[in-house]
């Protein structure tokens, strides 16, 4: 089945650019929305933002203005860039494929989750 | 812009039903989905679209959504389910995916 496993630097510093990738294996990346999900410690889920196979891509509008997606399929891969962060980005980073039957979209896969801490 | 308001906690008695209620306005015109969330775990699906399961999610667990309320419900408790749930919609207004604040179930 398809599995999600999320990459990059664990630690980033202030003002920077948060960058992570999700390698997608065991299935296709067409017909399918790919999404980025975070949680700060002892906090609940905040939805990032999403991409389709097409590059179409929709964002949480309180990030809209730093965040930057891309998706790559011929390498079975989606990225994030988070630009300009402060310690409230701190935060385990899930990315998660977004499916349906009908109309809506659901996370119905997610990687378990990689710990990004942004230090001063 | 969509605010989804959960009980922060819930507690039951293992054997009894457990019920965590999604609200906001007019939520029964929305289609919700439901996640499960044990602790250090990644967030699991267990109900999709109101009211249907995923494959591999017992059929103690089910959904109902109407009017300004949406609920999991969770028959027959176990210890297996103590976790947190957290209920999501999409907001069609501004285009983006939005996420319940969470609720802890407890099995006491």
């Known amino acids: 089945q398809v599995q999600l496993q999320e990459s990059g630097p664990g630690l980033v510093k202030a003002s920077e650019t948060l960058s992570l990738t999700c390698n997608v294996s065991?299935?296709?990346?067409?017909?399918?929305?790919w999404s980025w999900i975070r949680q700060p410690a002892g906090k609940g889920l905040q939805w990032i933002g999403r991409?389709?196979?097409?590059?179409?891509?929709n964002f949480n509008p309180s990030l809209k203005s730093r965040v930057t997606m891309s998706v790559d399929t011929s390498k079975n891969q989606f990225s994030l860039k988070l630009s300009s962060v402060t310690a409230a980005d701190t935060a385990v980073y899930y990315c998660?494929?977004?499916?349906?039957?009908?109309?809506?979209?659901?996370?119905?896969?997610w990687g378990k989750g990689t710990t990004v801490t942004v230090s001063s | 812009s969509y605010v989804l308001t959960q009980p922060p906690s819930v507690s039951v008695a293992p054997g009894q039903t457990a019920r965590i209620s999604c609200g906001e306005n007019?939520?029964?015109?929305?289609?919700v989905h439901w996640y499960q969330q044990k602790p250090g775990q990644a967030p699991v699906l267990v109900v999709y679209?109101?009211?249907d399961r995923p494959s591999g999610i017992p059929e103690r667990f089910s959904g109902s959504n109407s009017g300004n309320t949406a609920t999991l419900t969770i028959s027959r408790v176990e210890g297996g389910d103590e976790a947190d749930y957290y209920c999501?919609?999409?907001?069609?207004?501004?285009?983006?995916?939005?996420f319940g604040g969470g609720t802890k179930l407890t099995v006491l």
């Open positions: 998660a494929r977004e499916g349906r039957d009908y109309h809506y979209y659901y996370m119905d896969v």
């Open positions: 991409i389709y196979n097409s590059g179409s891509t």
């Open positions: 679209d109101d009211s």
């Open positions: 007019n939520i029964g015109s929305k289609s």
């Open positions: 999501q919609v999409w907001d069609s207004d501004s285009d983006h995916q939005v």
């Open positions: 065991g299935g296709y990346m067409i017909n399918y929305y």
